[in-house]
């Protein structure tokens, strides 16, 4: 497993940390990072992103799906992809393998 994010490329295989899943807010229909110890409520976007976290899709893979979903280049969504990932792997909800 990748520990540190600058060792982060397109080959990383980002993945839900274990214990971790995705659901929605019965109520407001809100997406949801849920985890033993709480909750984080996520934007459109880190939903987006975390539906390809799959363990198996490389994150080139993942920058070529999300370019393809909303018609941009995967280097112009590199950035912001990583700053989420970043954010979420700080936080030991995302693990890179």
Known sequence: MITAVDAISNESRPALARGTRLSTDQQTGEPLLLFPEGVVHLSDTAHGILEHC???ATLGTILERLAAQFDAEP???RADVLECLSQLHGRKLVVFR
């Open 54 to 56: 799959d363990g198996q």
């Open 75 to 77: 280097d112009v969504l």
